[in-house]
């Protein structure tokens, strides 16, 4: 059975290269939305965080009508950190769009996206967008593409993938560069003629993939997947089987079906081969189940992910200020939320440890982690992480091995020789260097952990122009010791409120976190130090009062308004003996241990053992 009136497809690309609006101008030209309805930018990024950073966080699935042919479209992420979200949802597609930047061409995630397409053997249509950038290069870009389909091993069809040429906030697509088109017709057209159209079996027993989950308080989990053969019928009996044997079959009754037009999800009663459904009223199922007929459980394979390469340890918060703006503050809250996180985060790892206040979690980057971090303070969660670490591993011959990222920079002329030198001191290795237009391009194969703190230094060292991206390359050999962070931190001296005469004399010593009037413990971390070492400061200082006191001799003190740090700025701060403070309102860098005389004591021992 082959459904000459359905077309599945992805769009793939690497970040901030307009999929998402794309996916826009496809759903208004065809006629998703109502004349006189207003619809926001970005309208398929519907988290708070997706819309406040401007990035696409989870896939999700759409679908338009064209010409009596139903197109389903998900919406992938394009940051490296995400790229589990991508991997698991090609299963559902038979056919990708990839997008690419006029100006940037083919970027890390491209070349990653395009690969896992490629294997699967799923069929592309390449986009060339954003051609009406005054800075397009769009010829060099078509030979930056073809090299890369080469350099993947691409087959001889896959090489003969048409391309088209947009804008996606303009609204058009042609054939030509040079020509700019009306309208999206001809990507719509290209589309239709050139993804195969989804086969199966509607008389084979039932099996289809749960490639996402979604999740509802009225309803509970939501199953997304394609239908591979057989027909699913609602309050049909089901089964859920996996294909990895990791639990026992679970028996089941459909409930709700729905199908998915433009934004909405359409209650139905049956689906075909090929459909991408969402079917309600399963508790227990995960991501990479087969739901199949009862009498013929055949499970499906599931692709498998790649590994996560960072850890950092949450645990619950036993700071002085505990418990005072969190509403989920035990150890049982904390360890709920986490494991509740697997079930739809399939890149992500959480292994319980000796103490039972702690958890590993392990993910994809700082990035990664730091989203479900940002989730779960604003769910009213209070809680303490560490600093990231990357995962070492031992290879076949016993060897250490750590991963390893590509970096792509793009900068200033003026800004190459800063990154170049900060590059090279965390074990960074220039592998391509070039110029793109009036930039230059520098590409380095670097330790995970050497990025570690790098992102706020970058943009300071290119004054806010530089763009900076990663992807996973793999495991290498480990590049020995360095130092990441050359500078020390300001730590409070007692518990009270900060004032502005002890900040005064503070701030000589370094670059602060907070102004007067804020609570401190002892222990807790309020600036930032050049030196690189610690530095205890009192800032609850008080001036006393003489009877030779000139009045308002205050007011002549001025502070230096502080640095105020993002939860990304934060975790990239972080020490090794250092821990993050995570409250709904507050964001709190500490020591891991408050006491001052332990700690000193503490450094004098480690000192003297690297003396001997």
Same mark, same amino acid.
């Given at each position: ?101 006029? %100006? ?26 954003? +051609? ?82 979604? %999740? ?38 459909? +409930? ?91 890149? #992500?790892? +959480? ?149 502005? %005469?002890? #900040? ?16 401190? %413990? ?56 250092? #821990? ?13 241990? #408050? ?18």
């Amino acid at each position: 059975m082959i459904r000459e009136d359905l077309r599945n497809i992805a769009i793939i690309a690497h970040v901030d290269h307009g999929k998402t609006t794309l996916v826009d101008e496809l759903l208004k030209q065809c006629g998703a939305f109502r004349q006189n309805q207003a619809v926001a930018d970005r309208v398929m990024d519907s988290g708070d965080l997706e819309r406040e950073r401007g990035i696409t966080i989870l896939s999700k699935n759409t679908a338009v009508n064209y010409k009596g042919i139903k197109l389903n479209i998900v919406d992938t992420p394009g940051h490296a950190d995400f790229g589990g979200e991508v991997e698991r949802v090609l299963k559902m597609v038979n056919g990708v769009l990839l997008l690419v930047d006029a %100006y940037e061409g083919p970027m890390p995630q491209t070349r990653f996206v395009l690969q896992r397409a490629l294997e699967l053997g799923l069929k592309a249509v390449i986009v060339i967008n954003k +051609v009406d950038r005054p800075d397009a290069r769009c010829d060099e870009v078509v030979d930056e593409i073809l090299e890369l389909l080469f350099d993947l091993d691409a087959t001889d069809e896959q090489l003969d993938s048409p391309v088209l040429f947009a804008s996606a906030r303009a609204g058009f697509a042609s054939l030509s560069p040079y020509e700019h088109g009306d309208d999206m017709t001809p990507l719509l057209d290209t589309i239709v003629s050139h993804i195969p159209a989804p086969e199966g079996d509607e008389n084979a027993p039932l099996q289809m993939l749960v490639s996402s989950i979604d %999740y509802n308080e009225y309803v509970g989990r939501i199953a997304v997947g394609r239908i591979e053969n057989g027909i699913l019928k609602q309050n049909s009996d089901i089964l859920l089987t996996n294909y990895h044997a990791t639990r026992d079959d679970i028996k089941a009754k459909a +409930v709700n079906l729905y199908t998915f037009e433009g934004l909405k999800r359409v209650p139905i009663e049956s689906a075909q081969p090929g459909d991408i459904i969402a079917l309600s009223g399963l508790d227990t199922v995960n991501i990479g189940d087969t739901i199949c007929d009862p009498l013929h459980p055949q499970a499906l394979p599931f692709v498998k992910i790649s590994e996560p390469t960072v850890e950092m340890a949450f645990s619950i918060n036993d700071s002085p200020f505990a418990g005072r703006e969190g509403k989920f503050v035990t150890s049982r809250n904390l360890r709920d939320r986490l494991f509740r996180e697997l079930l739809k985060d399939v890149s #992500l790892k +959480v292994e319980e440890t000796e103490s039972t206040d702690t958890f590993r979690v392990l993910g994809r980057g700082e990035m990664h982690l730091s989203i479900l971090i940002e989730t779960m303070r604003r769910e009213g969660y209070e809680f303490q992480v560490g600093a990231p670490k990357v995962l070492f591993r031992k290879d076949e011959d016993g060897n250490t091995t750590e991963p390893f990222e590509e970096v792509v920079v793009d900068v200033p002329a003026s800004a190459v020789g800063a990154v170049m030198e900060k590059l090279n001191a965390r074990k960074g290795e220039l592998t391509k260097m070039g110029n793109v237009g009036t930039r230059t391009r520098l590409e380095f194969l670097i330790p995970s952990r050497g990025l570690f703190g790098y992102r706020s230094e970058f943009l300071t060292d290119t004054r806010g122009e530089g763009i900076l991206n990663t992807i996973f390359h793999g495991y290498l050999p480990t590049k020995g010791d360095f130092t990441s962070r050359q500078t020390g931190s300001l730590i409070a001296f007692e518990t009270g409120e900060s004032i502005t %005469y002890g #900040l005064f004399n503070a701030q000589e010593r370094g670059a602060l976190f907070i102004g007067a009037g804020v609570p401190v %413990y002892a222990g807790m971390v309020v600036g930032l130090s050049p030196k690189g070492e610690d530095i205890v400061v009192n800032v609850c200082k008080k001036k006393h009062a003489t009877n030779m006191r000139a009045s308002g001799s205050d007011d002549a003190l001025r502070l230096i308004p502080p640095r105020t740090m993002s939860l990304e700025q934060c975790i990239e701060f972080l020490a090794e003996d250092e #821990l993050l403070e995570v409250t709904p309102k507050s964001l709190r860098i500490r020591k891991t241990v #408050l006491d001052h005389g332990i700690r000193a004591a503490a450094l004098a021992k480690k000192r003297a053992k690297q003396q001997q």
